[in-house]
């Protein structure tokens, strides 16, 4: 297993829909302040994927990191697709889903010695234990 290394930055990129990878940036930038190699973009209406691709690329390589995780809105939809379609030509692994827990805990974790798989895995799991249903009668309970 490979590890993430302290000298070695990760790379992240959120890449979804419209403007909400950047809602996401300025979210997490109000919760945890400015962070290092962390870029969004966004596919618009129009927008043609194999131009998404390629600037996803350039970003990728913009941050000069070695790893890269890129986040996408949905598995299978287009920003999905095209961030696929970069894969070989970046070093990155894709996770989908993305949700505000996921990035938080990478931004966290991603200068500690975790192996990168470890790191994956923990993310997504902490992505989905965020994902709670509060009912009326749960709160009444207390």
């Known amino acids: 297993m490979s590890s993430t290394n ?4 990760l790379g ?11 809602g996401f940036k300025q979210a997490i930038e109000m919760l945890m302040g400015p962070q290092e190699n ?23 390589q913009s941050m000069q990191t ?9 598995f299978g939809a287009s920003p999905t697709n095209s961030a696929a379609m970069t894969l070989v030509d970046i070093n ?7 949700n505000l827990p996921m990035l938080a805990e990478i931004l966290t974790l991603r200068n500690q010695q ?11 799991a902490k992505g989905k234990d965020n ?3 509060i009912t009326k009668e749960m709160i009444l309970e207390g």
Not at 114 to 124: A, S
């Open 6 to 9: 302290q000298n070695e930055t």
């Open 12 to 22: 992240i990129l959120v890449c979804t829909h419209s403007t909400l990878a950047g």
């Open 38 to 60: 962390f870029e969004t973009i966004g596919l618009y209406e129009g927008d043609d994927i194999m131009d998404l691709s390629k600037k996803i690329i350039e970003l990728i």
């Open 66 to 74: 070695h790893k890269n995780v890129i986040f996408t809105d949905l």
């Open 92 to 98: 990155a692994s894709i996770v989908t889903g993305v």
């Open 114 to 124: 975790l192996p990168f798989e470890d790191l994956l895995m923990d993310i997504v």
């Open 131 to 133: 994902i709670r249903i």
